[in-house]
């Protein structure tokens, strides 16, 4: 049985690395067709530092840093997520969460919480405001 979670609890953090073989892997998977995912130099003609990492791959990132904090049971009910600033091909991101309320519900406990990512400068890349439930 999970220990009880209270409001301001801090998520233990999940550190990726967006290195070239994972984001290669990712732009294979979803078959990529935006060139600032996978061209170095067309990054930079559009005033990028270089490859940028898809949002969409670096934002699959908030429900495994759920998982490995509350297990496979969570369900992400809702997810709000505003981008900040890219992360880049062989960043290190860091994401950390924050709990902002908690409450049971019948069978269920709901908890919802603040969650970002950041890169190894501390600058804010995401934030997602997310409501999950457990059984």
């Not at 301001?8 to 979803?30: K, Q």
Request: hydrophobic share 45%; glycine share 6%.
């Amino acid at each position: 049985m999970l220990e009880p979670i209270r409001e301001g609890a801090e998520i233990p953090p999940l550190t990726v690395h967006f290195s070239a073989e994972r984001n290669g892997r990712y732009c294979r998977l979803v078959s990529e067709i935006n060139p600032l995912h996978f061209d170095a130099d067309y990054a930079r003609a559009l005033g990028y530092r270089d490859i940028v990492v898809a949002g969409v791959f670096t934002a699959s990132y908030f429900p495994e840093l759920l998982e490995a904090w509350l297990g496979r049971d969570v369900r992400i009910e809702k997810m709000v997520l505003k981008f900040r600033a890219p992360a880049y091909l062989n960043d290190t991101v860091t994401y950390r969460g924050k709990v902002t309320a908690a409450a049971n519900e019948g069978a269920f406990r709901w908890i919802e919480c603040d969650l970002w990512s950041e890169n190894d400068a501390g600058e804010r890349l995401a934030q997602a405001s997310v409501t999950v439930r457990l059984a």
